[in-house]
């Protein structure tokens, strides 16, 4: 068979629609296929499908190597029509061809797939803005403790949160030697109420001391019952003194933590972007300039919020805090002063204005159905 030179090639192009050919749309195929095939490309296989008006018509164009030995290795034939072939062939169109062979148009619209996110990438970016926001921390802290650095102050509310820290501490040694004055007096009721048991007994055996140690007997008990009435207030007070101290006022300190946090995180940034500011301006640093003041401008709105925060706290738990000791003074005070003074009613009528009920001793205790 002889050889056929590049621009002789002939091809043949069946336009196919459900099986059927369909000549009325060969101009349309032949316009999309000009920027397929170049002049004289030798193909292994190509094939290109064309959409013409009607998408759901397909044009295809095979070329496979001629089965001749005889063929020149750089010439390619496109079987069978020669007709269809010298009108590609005079298009003079682009083709591209990739490492495997399959040819690709140049040109056409391309959907890119949505990037998938990576967890591990998010991991790791999250850690990076973690690790660099402690190191700009650290150094902020570093530098106002060495005196090189500056620090933001709100004098007025430094002033409250200072008196806050101080009269926790003094709240707390209160709340201390309150709890040791329970125990204490807990252990003098007991004694009281073993020794009039012991002094009953003894009244009963003793006839020639029998009012004696009735007496005595009555003495203790009485003592022991106001003891257990007085126990009964202080040990409200405590309670009272221990929620202002260890809840309130605690959870207003862990909120003055947090704005300290803010406030070492907001000189950290200024200082970073003041540091920027001084150096020179050019196409490198335009941009870093411009990101530390968008993070300047986060880290300053935490921190305005945070000290307003902080200074309605201080407020309420000043109101609170008055309210809630003057209660627990007067009670205090009076409950006291009717127990030394021998008062059984005084004090008594003092734990039912504050609505005290007093635990009567073994009513915690589990009955022996309970224990079953």
């Keep these: 068979m002889a050889q056929e030179s590049p621009k002789n090639s002939a091809a043949e192009i069946p336009v196919t629609s459900n099986g059927q050919l369909e000549d009325s749309h060969e101009h349309s195929f032949n316009r999309d296929l000009k920027c397929s095939l170049p002049v004289g490309l030798g193909l292994s296989e190509t094939k290109i499908t064309s959409h013409g008006l009607d998408s759901s018509k397909e044009g295809v164009v095979e070329a496979g190597q001629f089965p001749s030995s005889s063929a020149s290795p750089k010439s390619s034939v496109i079987s069978p029509s020669s007709a269809a072939a010298s009108r590609l062939a005079g298009q003079g169109c682009d083709l591209i061809i990739p490492t495997g062979g399959r040819p690709q148009q140049k040109s056409g619209p391309v959907v890119l797939a949505d990037e998938v996110k990576n967890p591990a990438m998010e991991k790791l970016e999250l850690v990076r803005k973690w690790s660099l926001n402690t190191y700009k921390c650290t150094r902020q802290i570093i530098s106002e403790k060495l005196g090189r650095g500056s620090r933001t102050v709100d004098l007025e509310l430094e002033a409250q949160i200072d008196i806050l820290r101080d009269n926790k501490k ?33 009244s009963l055996k003793s006839l020639e001391l029998h009012e004696e140690f009735g007496y005595n007997a009555d003495t203790q008990k009485l003592l022991a019952k106001n003891g257990e009435t007085l126990l009964g207030a202080i040990n409200f007070f405590i309670a009272s003194v221990n929620t202002l101290v260890n809840k309130t006022i605690e959870d207003t300190l862990l909120t003055v933590k947090q704005y300290e946090s803010a406030r070492i995180e907001y000189d950290a940034y200024r200082t970073d972007l003041e540091e920027l500011n001084l150096g020179p301006r050019d196409a490198n640093t335009l941009p870093k300039i411009e990101q530390s003041q968008q993070l300047f401008q986060v880290h300053k709105e935490k921190y305005d919020k945070m000290r307003n925060d902080v200074s309605i706290k201080l407020k309420f738990l000043e109101e609170n805090k008055v309210k809630v000791l003057h209660n627990q ?16 009613k005084q004090l008594e009528q003092t734990l039912k204005q504050f609505h005290i009920k007093l635990k009567t001793p073994g009513a915690d205790a589990p009955s022996w159905l309970e224990e079953q």
């Design 170 to 202: 003094k709240y707390e040694n209160i709340l201390r030697l309150a709890q040791t004055l329970s125990t204490q007096l807990f252990q003098m009721v007991h004694t009281q109420r073993q020794l009039g048991d012991a002094f009953a007994d003894l």
């Design 329 to 344: 003074l007067v009670l205090f005070h009076n409950a006291i002063a009717a127990y030394f003074a021998g008062n059984q």
